[in-house]
């Protein structure tokens, strides 16, 4: 179907003295052009349609014939289904776009649909335009495989999020069933404490039941406030004004336990789209814990704030007691702690907010050193700003 004069000519006679590119027979070139595994279509810089080869009348659902002697409009088909597809034909051949590419869906004749990549260059001789080539390729089968891998995973995370649903649930439930008798057990112990005798020997059983008592108080009062985390309620807000929330709200703690932290903060004033409301808590969080895993009276926190194209980052950064590599793997575990008497719910809080934010959250430490956290943050997460939730 070649017609006209070829467009490909090879003028490296250097490279192969012995064969004028001239001499590359029609048929040669056609076979050539039908046995590409793409679709080729190549318009003269006239307008008319040189050639369609076998891969691309297959892939657009045509006879090879049917553009023969044609001009490039005849390649416009069926304009109804196919705006996009035919878009990108104008936009290379009349617009003249260089390397423009684009995947468009195309229904054929047939009624079948396809989703194609369409890439037009131009086909120069010297300075000249001589055509425009337009390659087509079928990535429908591709394309199904990544829809289909897309809803497998959305598919998964749904399920993930229903069985985080009902654990959370039964967590509250377990919590509120728990929660009045220990209060009584707690209440009349401590009664009976105060009636004993203080040298009378059952004392030392009482302290001990008290003391349970407040440690399960302690552990309602921890799955009570993870169970009670809000749905994140995004806006858009200055990350450090957040920070600084934070900053202030933990200094009670200094006072608390006796220790003073030395901050260091590097961060533009940036704006991003979060819960200022979780995120404080999760940042709270945190810093709590670099101030109570730390042997020293002080302790520097550095927490550097950037942002990049598609992500923010938030790192803390502490000079307290590390991590050991045999914790490590249970850091964010429920009730997972180190401390003598703690609840080991804090990180796993942090995590339901980054998660619920869908962002990511990365622990380094050396032992002895520090740990430093990550908070990855995505700017296009597809949380809806607030006011567009309406
Ligand atoms: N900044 C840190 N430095 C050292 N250890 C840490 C730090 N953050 C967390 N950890 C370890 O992770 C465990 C779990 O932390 P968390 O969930 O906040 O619970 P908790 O603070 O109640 O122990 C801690 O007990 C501690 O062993
Ligand atoms: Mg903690």
């Known amino acids: ?224 406030s993870y169970t009670r985390l809000l749905r994140i309620s995004p806006q858009r807000v200055s990350v450090l004004a957040v920070l600084e929330r934070a900053q202030a709200e933990i200094a009670p703690k200094e006072a608390e336990l006796s220790r003073k932290i030395a901050w260091t903060v590097q961060s533009e004033p940036e704006e991003m789209i979060l819960d200022p409301e979780l995120f404080c808590h999760a940042l709270k969080e945190l810093f709590l814990n670099a101030l109570e895993f730390c042997n020293d009276h002080c302790i520097a926190i550095s927490v550097a704030i950037r942002k990049n194209e598609d992500h923010m980052d938030v790192e803390i950064r502490d000079t307290g007691s590390g991590i050991s590599e045999k914790d490590r793997p249970y850091i964010f575990d429920p009730f997972f702690t180190t401390k003598a008497v703690g609840v080991g719910m804090g990180l796993c809080r942090v995590k339901r907010i980054i998660s619920d934010h869908k962002g990511r959250i990365r622990v380094d430490s050396v032992p002895g050193k520090g740990t430093s956290v990550t908070l990855r943050l995505p700017e296009s997460s597809g949380i809806q700003h607030k006011a567009s939730n309406s």
């Not at 179907?1 to 090879?10: E, H, V």
């Not at 468009?104 to 425009?132: A, C, M, Q």
């Not at 009976?192 to 302290?207: A, F």
């Open 1 to 224: 179907m070649i017609r006209g004069r070829p467009i490909y000519q090879d003028r490296s006679d250097t490279l192969m003295p012995n064969l004028q590119p001239t001499e590359i027979s029609p048929l040669i070139l056609q076979n050539m052009l039908d046995n590409l595994p793409v679709g080729l279509m190549v318009i003269h810089v006239n307008g008319e349609t040189l050639t369609v080869n076998q891969a691309a009348s297959k892939i657009l659902g045509y006879p090879l014939n049917a553009f023969d002697g044609e001009r490039w409009e005849a390649l416009l088909v069926d304009r109804e289904k196919n705006d996009a597809f035919n878009r990108i034909i104008v936009d290379i051949v009349r617009e003249k776009k260089v390397n423009l590419k684009r995947n468009v869906w195309y229904t054929r004749p047939d009624g079948k649909t396809l989703h194609l990549s369409v890439t037009g260059s131009f086909l120069r001789e010297g300075e000249n335009i001589e055509g425009i080539a337009v390659l087509i390729n079928d990535l429908t089968e591709l394309h199904r495989a990544h829809e289909n891998e897309k809803a497998v995973l959305q598919e998964n995370s749904e399920l993930q999020h229903e069985r985080a649903e009902s654990i959370r649930h039964l967590a509250e439930a377990v919590a509120h069933q728990i929660r009045n008798p220990v209060a009584a057990i707690g209440g009349f112990s401590m009664r009976l404490l105060h009636k004993l005798d203080p040298n009378d020997p059952n004392r030392k059983y009482l302290e001990t039941i008290l003391d349970g008592s407040k440690r399960l108080e302690d552990i309602v009062r921890a799955v009570g």
